[in-house]
């Protein structure tokens, strides 16, 4: 169980326009011809962003820290397929190939605002971070379609002034800013297992979290091993009984 993360952003109640968590959007048609700032650029941003360009809006997205893309597809192959493949492979040599192969893929995106984080890709994902899978966000962006802005140094009545110095008017602010698991509205924290799947914690508590482990190699593959494995671990349980 999740709900949508509203950070503390410097003055946001200062702006006047309209204002919405990304878990409230449903379609671009409402927000056509407007000039909109989309804050955070994972997944959701980016998509958001996507379809508002498409859909005549004027999209900006306001990205904090860097991120790494990564295409739908490289050279043809489903980049969930290029993970499993690689996955036998150290994680330090996977950062350093990764990069290389990217650029080629996507071009260097850093003269379009868009800075690599100093972590692999790997290293983010075992920290809880899943790249961007681009699905036509970079090619909006390098034609211009898509702004890409620093992290909001603090919101004014009619818009934004960001880190970088630059000021934007916007017509709304649409918050990007993911979730957080909410087991606390039902679930006590000692009753909690720290980690998807089996884990000894689950097994003992006959408790089991499943698709909350996000990897490279896709979420639904990963829920499909998980709900398997749980399954599995409550009929050995049954069966000792």
Do not use: W
Not at 14 to 33: N, Q, V
Not at 208 to 219: A, K, Q, R, S, W
């Amino acid at each position: 169980m999740r709900s949508p993360f509203v950070p503390s952003l410097p003055e946001i109640e200062a702006f006047k326009g309209r204002r919405l968590h990304s878990a409230d959007y449903t379609e671009a048609a409402p927000f056509a011809g407007q000039s909109v700032l989309v804050v955070g650029m994972g997944n959701t941003g980016a998509e958001i962003a996507l379809d508002l360009a498409e859909c005549s809006a004027r999209p900006t997205l306001s990205v904090r820290n860097g991120i790494h893309i990564v295409p739908r597809q490289l050279f043809g192959v489903p980049i969930q397929i290029i993970a499993i493949a690689t996955q036998p492979l150290p994680r330090a040599v996977n950062d350093r190939l990764f990069p290389t192969i990217l650029d080629v893929a996507l071009g260097k995106l850093e003269k379009y605002g868009i800075a690599r984080p100093k972590q692999g890709i790997l290293e983010q994902i075992n920290a809880g971070r899943i790249p961007v899978i681009d699905v036509g966000t970079v090619r909006a962006i390098k034609s211009g379609d898509i702004k890409v802005a620093s992290d909001i140094k603090r919101f004014t009545e009619r818009g934004a002034t960001f880190v970088s110095g630059r000021h934007a008017e916007f017509d709304s602010v649409i918050l990007a800013t993911g979730y957080r698991p909410s087991f606390e509205k039902f679930l006590p924290a000692a009753l909690r297992p720290g980690k998807s799947g089996v884990t000894r914690q689950a097994a003992a508590l006959g408790l089991y979290l499943v698709g909350f482990h996000n990897p490279v190699t896709g979420l639904l593959r990963e829920i499909g091993r998980e709900a398997a494995a749980v399954s599995a671990d409550i009929e050995r349980r049954s069966s000792t009984k």
